[in-house]
């Protein structure tokens, strides 16, 4: 079965240093997504990117993040100067389609731990 | 997106069947349900999808009333491995390609014991 594949799982950076973290949709779908769970709450919607533009993105995703497709099969996002609260499961996903009834495909996630 | 409301939490034992309902009063004509399945440490996980009556997967079955007010995923004779967090969510067909983000609520945390 396909996978979404994150890296690194676990990623510890210090408050105000950039991270980026990585996904690899699978290969045939062509829109994505980023989510985040802080621990022990919902899964929240961060952006959505299609033809190589953000289609969507929430609240959350405010100037401190960007996301690029640098190839034709990495994504990226990029949290430009790391907050405590930025503390949390990073997960992409993936869809052949951007509608609900194709299902998305999420990766495994990436921790990340801003000290 | 129509809002959803789930059990918080669900326990069982191993080897019975398990249903978590899910109210969505205010479903669209254009919405389909979809259910997810999240473990630990882990991304969510798409189980199965429906729009009306029943609809059934090597994993789970979906029963969707007439008035589609409400769904209810099935879970036959659930193994530890099942404990989890199920997500109900509800959305349109058609987003467009601008409004594909999917909305998690709590979900239902279903505890499977020995």
């Known amino acids: 079965e396909p996978e979404v594949t994150q890296t690194p799982s676990h990623q510890v950076t210090q408050m105000g240093q950039e991270v980026i973290l990585r996904c690899v949709p699978i290969?045939?779908?062509?829109?994505f997504y980023w989510y985040r769970q802080i621990l022990g709450q919902k899964v929240e919607f961060l952006v959505s990117?299609?033809?190589?533009?953000?289609?969507?993105k929430s609240e959350i995703f405010d100037d401190q993040f960007s996301v690029e497709r640098p190839d034709g099969s990495n994504f990226t996002l990029k949290i430009r100067s790391t907050k405590l609260e930025d503390s949390a499961m990073y997960f992409c996903?993936?869809?052949?389609?951007?509608?609900?009834?194709?299902?998305?495909?999420f990766g495994s996630g990436t921790r990340l731990t801003v000290v | 997106l129509a809002k959803t409301t789930q059990p918080i939490s669900m326990d069982s034992y191993e080897g019975q069947e398990v249903n978590i309902t899910c109210s969505h009063n205010?479903?669209?004509?254009?919405?389909?349900i979809t259910w997810y399945q999240q473990f630990p440490s882990q991304g969510p996980r798409f189980i199965i999808q429906?729009?009306?009556t029943k609809v059934t997967n090597e994993v789970a079955s979906l029963f969707i009333p007439a008035d589609r007010k409400s769904s209810t995923l099935s879970l036959p004779r659930v193994s530890l491995s099942d404990t989890a967090v199920y997500y109900c969510?509800?959305?349109?067909?058609?987003?467009?390609?601008?409004?594909?983000?999917?909305?998690f609520g709590k979900g239902t945390k279903l505890s499977v014991k020995p």
């Open positions: 969510l509800v959305g349109d067909l058609n987003y467009g390609g601008s409004q594909g983000n999917l909305i």
């Open positions: 429906g729009y009306k």
């Open positions: 205010n479903i669209a004509t254009n919405d389909y």
């Open positions: 290969s045939n779908h062509l829109y």
């Open positions: 990117f299609y033809n190589n533009e953000i289609s969507e």
């Open positions: 996903a993936s869809s052949e389609a951007d509608r609900v009834n194709y299902g998305y495909t």
